[in-house]
Each structure stands twice: as C-alpha cells, then as structure tokens.
C-alpha cells in the first residue's frame, strides 16, 4: 500500500480509501464486515461514510465492523454531515443545531468517542459559513472531531471558509471531496489548484463514473437495466450514462489491455497520478469489486496514457455530469 500525506495535517492515508455508501444498504452488514476486514488488511487505513447514506446504516455497519475485529485506532475515519435525516425542519443543513446533534448521533452509530475528517456533505446557502466554522471548531476543542473537510464545495467558497477561520482564529477546513473520473474533469480548472495552492487534500468521489468507467457498460440503453443507471426512480443517474463515457472506455480498454489490468482499474490508476489527488473514494458493492479496485496500485500511467485520455475529454472537460446534483440550490431543503 502507498500513502499520502492528506494535505498539510501530517496524516497518512491510503492513496486509495474505502467508501461506505453501499454498507447497509445494497451491501449487508455482513458482507460489510468482511469488506473493511480484508481492506484493511490489505493496508487500507481511509474510511469514508456520511450520515445520510441508507439513512445511517452505512455508519452502523462501519461501526460494528470496527468493534468486531477491534482495529478503531488503525483507521482515519471520515464521515459527512448535511443532508436530511427525518422530515423534523431542523434535522438538516450546515446549522450549529444540526450539526452538534448529528456529530454526536454520528459518533454513536459508529461507536466510538471520535472522528477523525467531519465534513460538510454540501455547502449550504442559507447558513453563514462563519456559524458553521465555530460549530466545527467547538468540535475539534472538545476531542470529538479531529479535522473538518468540505465536500462538493465551489472553490470560491472554500476560500471563503478559509479566510473567515484566519478573521476568527477558527480551525479549517483541510481536505476537499468532490467528484472527479475521466468523464467530469471540471475540479481541474479551479478546485484543485486551490486545494494545491491552500495546502488542502483532495479526496474525489466517483472515481469510476459511477460504474460507467468500468468498461461493463455497452451502448444499448438495455445494458443498463438492474443497474443504476437504469433505476427509474433516479433519472438524474442517466446523466452521467452517455457515449462520451463510452467513448473513454473504447479510447482506454486498449491500454489497459496492453498492460493487463481492467477498464476499472486504469481509470483508477489515471485518478491516483493526477496532480493534487491524495486519495480517490472506492465505493464497492462486493468484496470482488474492491480486490479489483486495489489492483490499480499496481498499474503504472505513462505520459502516452495522459495524451490518450486527454485525446477523449480533454483537460477541465467532461462528457458526464457529476456536479449538477451536488450544486442544486436549496435542494436539501425540500420535504417529501
């Protein structure tokens, strides 16, 4: 396992994290367990959940799995708060009352007395950042976090955070994670020379596109269908499901081929020889998935590969649309 220093902290994490967005949801908790004991063991110390995900289970599995095999202090435990946990008008946001109630139900599911990267799930434009800053800050005085990150943040407002935590003597913010894979290169255009510039880690989520960058994806809308680009209850996949995915994967099913590696497992590789990225978010389903993930370490990206992927989207382009999700006004204030 190679690791990376996570922006300016001293921390070390594995250049490759687990993200536990399926764990208690599509992944049962059993099979959970089993994938954070063999990532662990394969040296993977970057864990990567948030509250909301399959309405607090993923925490719970985490937590249990923890507890079980009792590795808690080998692990740099990141978990996010933002998003609506009940139909309550208050139980959401970027508020000092939703964020001190979560980060202790957070700290509950996951049984443990702290955590390590506490991170807005995304910025929100109804609470002033300086609110949110103290809020996190009186987090981190009382040892139950350890540092905060952003996540899908414009640039501008991170280094908004920035100069409000210098103004106030507030800790900030000290990783950024935003979605980045061959099809959305958007973040190279400003997010990451900021984070390059204010000495903070990047952390992209989707690395593989959502599965469209895994090369299991054909052209026929039906090749979809049981996954989720084709879940009808969310369209919005469908967005990031289009020919220009396909066209990268035709552009480097070749390459990866010539160096005996996946679809997957180049995009992953790619990823991790960007300039700034520390360490890319590997959602798994099943423990084959992540083992399959992991083999991206052992591949090596040539400057002929950069000119390959940069010949299908180029540089800050993007043929997928990962941010329109992540940056819809006011979204998260909807009650259904």
Same mark, same amino acid.
């Given at each position: 396992m190679r690791y990376n220093n996570l922006g300016r902290t001293g921390v070390n994490v594995s250049a490759?994290? !687990?993200?536990? #967005? #399926?764990?208690?949801?599509?992944? *049962? &908790?059993?099979? *959970?367990? +089993?994938?954070?004991?063999?990532?662990?063991? =394969?040296?993977?110390?970057?864990?990567?959940?948030?509250?909301?995900?399959?309405?607090?289970?993923?925490?719970?599995?985490?937590?249990?799995? !923890?507890?079980?095999?009792?590795?808690?202090?080998?692990?740099?435990l990141a978990t996010k708060v933002h998003g609506r946990m009940s139909p309550a008008p208050n139980d959401l946001g970027n508020s000092r009352y939703h964020i001190m109630r979560e980060c202790e139900e957070s700290l509950r599911r996951m049984q443990t007395d702290h955590i390590d990267l506490y991170q807005l799930h995304r910025p929100d434009p109804d609470i002033a950042i300086d609110e949110t800053l103290r809020a996190m800050d009186d987090l981190i005085r009382a040892g139950k976090v350890r540092y905060i990150g952003t996540s899908n943040f414009g640039a501008w407002q991170t280094v908004e955070s920035i100069w409000a935590a210098k103004e106030l003597g507030l800790n900030r913010f000290v990783s950024d994670q935003s979605p980045y894979n061959m099809s959305d290169r958007r973040v190279e255009r400003e997010q990451i020379p900021m984070c390059q510039t204010y000495g903070m880690a990047v952390i992209p989520w989707s690395p !593989?596109?959502?599965?469209?960058?895994?090369?299991?994806y054909a052209r026929t809308d039906s090749q979809a269908a049981g996954t989720r680009f084709g879940d009808e209850t969310d369209p919005g996949k469908l967005q990031r499901f289009s020919d220009g995915v396909l066209d990268i994967v035709d552009g480097i099913k070749p390459l990866a081929d010539e160096k005996g590696?996946?679809?997957? =497992?180049?995009?992953?590789?790619?990823? #991790?020889? =960007?300039?700034?990225?520390? $360490? &890319?978010?590997?959602? &798994?389903?099943?423990? +084959? =998935?992540?083992?399959?993930?992991?083999?991206?370490?052992?591949?090596?990206?040539?400057? +002929?590969?950069? @000119?390959?992927?940069? *010949?299908?989207?180029? &540089?800050?382009?993007?043929? $997928?649309?990962?941010?329109? @999700? *992540?940056?819809?006004p006011n979204a998260h204030r909807v009650i259904t």
């Open positions: 490759i994290g !687990l993200g536990c #967005m #399926m764990f208690g949801g599509r992944t *049962s &908790p059993e099979d *959970s367990y +089993e994938i954070i004991d063999y990532a662990l063991d =394969q040296g993977v110390n970057f864990l990567d959940t948030a509250n909301v995900y399959n309405g607090g289970r993923s925490e719970e599995a985490v937590g249990e799995a !923890l507890k079980r095999n009792g590795r808690r202090d080998d692990v740099f !593989l596109g959502g599965g469209g960058l895994t090369g299991k590696c996946t679809v997957a =497992q180049f995009a992953l590789a790619w990823l #991790m020889a =960007q300039p700034g990225v520390t $360490a &890319p978010i590997a959602g &798994p389903r099943t423990l +084959e =998935q992540y083992a399959d993930n992991l083999g991206a370490l052992d591949v090596t990206i040539t400057d +002929e590969d950069r @000119a390959v992927v940069d *010949s299908v989207n180029p &540089p800050g382009g993007h043929v $997928a649309d990962f941010f329109e @999700a *992540s940056f819809t």
